[in-house]
């Protein structure tokens, strides 16, 4: 018997927009808790708002662009066992059974 449940349903680019908007925001307005004091200065020293006691980084959309586009489109994932790990090529996505 086949599930007639949905497993993987690609979402339409209204809804992408929509996602990619509200992320932008709480990057922008909300900010993320990062708890590497050598993270805060590095960030910092790249122009993006830290506020060292709260340990939130805000971030514009542009600077979050700019820092998706430097990313190398191959790379590879490294598991605990090494015979699961697995490459990423040419930005590809990838499914795995997770943690």
Known sequence: MVSKKQMLRVREKDELEAIHGATMRILGKVGVL??????????????YVVDKKSKIVKMDESMVMEAVKSCKGNFRIHARAEKD???????????????
Do not use: E, Q
């Open 34 to 47: 990062v708890n590497s004091a050598s993270t805060l200065d590095l960030l910092a020293d790249h122009g």
């Open 85 to 99: 790990s697995f490459d990423v090529v040419d930005g590809r996505t990838k499914i795995g059974p997770g943690a």
